[in-house]
C-alpha cells in the first residue's frame, strides 16, 4: 500500500532506511529492499548521510521505483544551490517517486570529504516553501511550469529536547507545517514514555508522526548514544540486557523489533526502522512488528 494511503487511513507504516551504494553496485540495496517490500510502506533513502559520499538519493530512489518499491527522497540543503535544488525535485516527480523528505544536512566536516564546500543556499524552511511553490504550478523565480509535481513531504523533528529549546524546535515544525509538512520523522525512540513530554505539546491534526528505531550493532553503540547523545534516552536496564545477552547482535535486533512494536502499540502513524548499513538485518526485525 503506498505511504500516502497507509497515513490517510490510519494503517501503521513502517518505513525502512536503505543507505545508496558508495559505488555503482545495487544489487545489495535492492536485494535487502526485496526482502521486506511487502512490510514496507515506503524506503526511505538517505542523501549522503553523515556527509559520506555516496550515490545520489535521487539515483538511488529511481533505481528502487523501477523495482516498484516506492520511496521516500531526502532532499538536503547542504549540497545543492536552489537551482539544481529544483531540478531535481522536478527529475523526482517524472520519475514517480511521490515522497519527499526535505532535510538540511551534516556539515562536511562530518564526513569523508573534509574539503568540500557545503552550499547551503536556502535553508530547510525555503527549501519546504519551494515544493510548494513548485506544485502550485511555478518555480523560486516566479515562472510557470509544465506540469507540476505533487509530493507527499515530510521533515526532521527533534522530539527529545527539553525545555525553551522544545519549545523552540516546535515553533520550527509549525513552521514547517505551515510550509507543507505533513510527517515528521523523530531521533532514535527506545522509551515510549520518553517522547510523551513533546507529543502533549504539538497538535497533531493533518500530521503524522513517525518515531526512528535504531538498531543498536552492539554493547560499545548502546553505551555510547546513551553517554553521549542528549536527545536520546536509553534505559539503563536495555544495556544491561545487551550485556548480558550471549549473543549480542540477536538481542539488539530483538530490541529494535520490540521498540517498534511498542511504537505501533502507542498509536503512532508509523516507525523508520534504520540499521545504519545493516540492511541484511530488516528481515528480522519487521518480520514480528
Known sequence: MELKRKLETGDFAILAEIEPPKGTDISAMVNNAAKVKEEVAAFVVPEMSNAVMRMSALGAAMVLQEKRMQTVMQICCRDRNRIALQADLLAASACGIKNIMAVTGEDPSFGDHHQAAAVYDIDIDTLLDTIQKLENGKDM?????????????????????????????????????????????????????????????????????????????????????????????????????????????????????????????????????????????????????
Open 141 to 289: 523565480a516566479g515562472i510557470e511550469l509544465s506540469g507540476a509535481p505533487e509530493f507527499i513531504v515530510g521533515s526532521m523533528v527533534n522530539s527529545g529536547l527539553e525545555g525553551v529549546a522544545l519549545d523552540r524546535e516546535i515553533d520550527a515544525m509549525n513552521r514547517k507545517i505551515d510550509a507543507g509538512a505533513r510527517f515528521f520523522i523523530t531521533p532514535p525512540l527506545f522509551d515510549v514514555s520518553a517522547i510523551e513530554p513533546f507529543m502533549n505539546k504539538i497538535n497533531t491534526d493533518g500530521i503524522h508522526i513517525i518515531p526512528t528505531v535504531v538498531l543498536l550493532k552492539s554493547l560499545g553503540m548502546a553505551r555510547y548514544m546513551a553517554r553521549n547523545m542528549k536527545n536520546v534516552y536509553i534505559p539503563d536496564e536495555l544495556v544491561k540486557q545487551i550485556q548480558k545477552a550471549p549473543d549480542k547482535v540477536r538481542e539488539c535486533t530483538r530490541i529494535a523489533r520490540d521498540s517498534a512494536a511498542a511504537i505501533k502499540n502507542n498509536g503512532f502513524s508509523g516507525v523508520l526502522i534504520s540499521t545504519i548499513g545493516w540492511e541484511d538485518k530488516l528481515y528480522d526485525i519487521i518480520h514480528g512488528i
